[in-house]
């Protein structure tokens, strides 16, 4: 993390979802060709899922961090890495995947945890970076149990979720991308904007979308929307 000592600078927070790193290629939940065809949510991501069957659970984030590694940021990712040349800027970001990291955007807040980390079932405070794509159920934590995916999965408490809240009601301008404003916590950020931000909506479907009268919507896909808007605000003055 890095701190800008300009605290004349605009807060600027991006609130990301899976849409922007479906344009890199990862697959979404919610799509219809999506991971979770052919798995219901409650075989892999909940902590029943892990206790019953830790096998398929492990094998699924597998593939998901296999992809990842196969995987690059897109325009999108690149373009909110340019606006921390003139502003103090803080990634938001419902994704599990370190693509925001990779386009060298130095401020990320992960509310759902991270792919390429394993941790302790017993000891939060225990987490590891991984560096390659698999998992193994030999993989132990110092307490000799299995490390499971540092994920937060359905029906856990959001941990990062009250620094999301404070980091947002800071916001002199939020950016919200490629999330459809429907998964809480994280949908409810917005409501904690203050009176005078700028809010913007870059998504193809914006205006389909159930959000307030208050938000300006691109509408565009990730990676053209975002670089636009991202031209827009390092011009104005």
Not at 132 to 152: A, F, S
Not at 154 to 168: L, N, R, Y
């Amino acid at each position: 993390m890095t701190t800008n000592n300009n605290l004349n600078l605009k807060n600027i927070v991006v609130l990301s979802g899976a849409g922007i790193s479906a344009e890199s290629g990862i697959s979404t939940f919610r799509d219809t060709d999506g991971l979770w065809e052919n798995h219901r949510i409650e075989e892999v991501a909940t902590y029943d899922a892990w206790l019953q069957n830790p096998e398929l659970v492990i094998k699924f984030y597998n593939e998901r961090r296999k992809q990842l590694f196969q995987v690059s940021p897109n325009p999108a990712h690149l373009s909110l890495q340019k606006l921390e040349k003139k502003y103090n800027v803080t990634i938001v970001t419902q994704n599990i995947d370190d693509l925001h990291e990779r386009a060298n955007s130095t401020n990320v807040l992960h509310l759902h945890g991270k792919l390429k980390q394993l941790k302790s079932t017993v000891d939060d405070s225990y987490i590891i970076d991984l560096d390659h794509w698999e998992h193994l159920i030999t993989d132990k934590c110092p307490n000799g149990l299995t490390l499971r995916p540092n994920i937060v999965w359905f029906g856990e408490q959001v941990p990062a979720i009250e620094k999301a809240v404070k980091i947002v009601s800071n916001a002199d301008v939020l950016i919200i991308v490629g999330t459809s404003l429907n998964v809480y916590p994280a949908a409810g950020l917005i409501d904690y904007t203050k009176s005078n931000c700028k809010i913007y909506l870059v998504d193809p479907k914006a205006d389909k979308l159930n959000t307030p009268n208050n938000i300006k919507m691109i509408k565009e896909k990730a990676g053209i929307g975002i670089p636009k808007l991202v031209e827009e605000l390092l011009k104005d003055n």
